[in-house]
């Protein structure tokens, strides 16, 4: 299975993603420029971490226009798999393969640690190996991870089963203290529709490996491998 | 010719840097503060175009890259002399 992550001037979890896939989940794996128009040959793609053109303007906006963009939402709409891993979730928002927004956190502060989430559904190729209603760990790095959507949108993403990730305490509670940002109904992660794409603030790459301080992570890139392999 | 576009967030959506700044100000004693919004002003230098093809285009950027609709909400000003 072969991964693409996707570049852009800003972007600084890129090389963590391709250690994971390349090292740890042992895939061929290579790095897309985001002047590139081309996705051939990929199996999936990860837009990662980082402040992709500064956050100038608001987070993802300017990305959402690089050339490598449009290639990447024809090949979300053909059903190929895309995560968006913090501000690679900020770009899916702005390009509108998932709905909503981000706002700048609550508590107005960078918010850098590992947190508590609730695997809400894994019924999606990202989730499929963990448990539903696991309590798993991963870390957060961002200052605009304040997800918001309107009720329709909310009620929509409820009805269709598409939240994949939310901020709880350690007994799975989504508590308005368990939400490091603010984030509607504690929302850390969303799937579309079609459940092809996820974007999530939380870093899986980051806790792939139990020497960097967890590994609840790696199941979710293992669960991508698996339902490649299983034609999904 | 210049644009000016201000961008601000929509009612509904909670502006915590408005609510910071608000309590800063009812800090320093303005207590007929009732609420702030922050927003972003941005100046869009235009040539070649009349005045109302130049409103439109400023609407189409507006909508397209300069504000996101789901979270903000813009006003538009025309400064046809861009003489300050």
């Known amino acids: ?232 | 010719m210049v644009g000016k576009v201000f961008v601000t967030l929509k009612k509904e959506v909670l502006d915590p840097q408005g609510d910071t700044v608000r309590k800063s100000l009812h800090t320093l004693g303005y207590d007929q503060v009732e609420d702030v919004r922050v927003g972003k002003y941005i100046e869009v230098k235009l040539q070649g175009l009349t005045p109302e093809e130049a409103r439109k285009k400023l609407e189409e950027m507006c909508s397209r890259l300069l504000a996101n609709p789901v979270i903000e909400e813009y006003r538009l000003e025309l400064l046809e002399d861009d003489a300050k």
């Open chain 1, 1 to 232: 299975m072969k991964f693409g992550v996707v570049v852009f001037p800003g972007s600084n979890c890129d090389a963590d993603c391709y250690h994971v896939v390349d090292q740890v989940l042992g895939q061929p794996v290579e790095y897309i420029w985001h002047k590139d128009n081309s996705v051939k040959g990929f199996d999936a793609l990860i837009i990662p971490g980082g402040f992709s053109y500064g956050d100038y303007l608001r987070t993802g906006a300017i990305a959402r226009f690089s050339p490598i963009m449009q290639e990447v939402i024809n090949f979300a709409e053909k059903g190929g798999l895309v995560i968006g891993i913090c501000n690679g979730f900020q770009i899916l928002l702005e390009a509108g393969l998932l709905p909503g927004a981000m706002l700048r956190n609550d508590s107005l502060q960078f918010r850098c640690r590992p947190v508590n989430l609730k695997v809400r559904t894994n019924n999606s190729p990202f989730t499929r190996l963990y448990q539903p209603g696991e309590v798993i760990t991963l870390p957060i790095a961002h200052g605009e991870g304040n997800y918001f959507c309107d009720q329709e949108t909310l009620n929509h993403l409820l009805e269709f089963d598409q939240i994949a990730f939310t901020y709880c305490d350690p007994a799975g509670q989504e508590t308005p203290e368990a939400n490091p940002n603010g984030s509607r109904a504690n929302i850390a992660g969303i799937l579309n529709r079609r459940r092809n794409v996820l974007g999530m603030m939380p870093h899986p790459e980051r806790y792939s490996e139990s020497l960097l301080g967890g590994e609840d992570g790696f199941r979710l890139f293992a669960s991508m491998l698996q339902s490649f392999e299983g034609g999904i």
